[in-house]
């Protein structure tokens, strides 16, 4: 297991940019393909991206496609996730998470054993 915090969320206007940083405890973080999802309201999970254990491999969700990166230190023990040309359906809650060892990443939650508490973004018109 590894903990994790997720921090760089909050009040953004439509078209403005955002970068989301996750924390992690453990040395294991290096070996885990980690991802990204969101909350809105009323919503159910929606992956984000996700990016493999060396950071060589990345996966978006269609609609960030283009706008949103995921990237990696794992001499920091930090994922981050660059959000540009933001839209206010973009508003939610995002969750980092740590999956599989070794792994290339999923856009399953199925896949992700531990996950942080959250960061609001919200986006407004």
């Known amino acids: 297991q590894v903990q994790l915090v997720e921090s760089g969320g909050g009040l953004v206007q439509a078209g403005g ?12 973080f290096t ?11 009323g919503k159910e999970y929606e992956f984000v991206a996700t990016i493999s254990w ?4 990345t996966s978006y969700a ?3 496609k ?16 660059q959000m540009n040309s933001l839209k206010t359906e973009d508003t939610a809650v995002y969750y980092c998470a740590a999956g ?3 792994g290339f990443g999923s856009p399953a939650r199925a ?3 531990s996950w942080g508490r959250g960061t609001q973004v919200t986006v407004s018109s």
């Open 66 to 81: 283009g706008r949103f990166t995921i990237s990696r230190d794992n001499a920091e023990n930090t994922v981050y996730l």
């Open 54 to 57: 060396s950071g060589g491999i």
């Open 111 to 113: 896949a992700y054993h």
């Open 17 to 28: 940019s955002l970068k989301l940083s996750c924390a992690a405890s453990g040395r294991a």
């Open 31 to 41: 070996t885990y393909a980690m991802g990204w999802f969101r909350q809105a309201p």
């Open 62 to 64: 269609d609609s960030v």
């Open 100 to 102: 599989q060892q070794l």
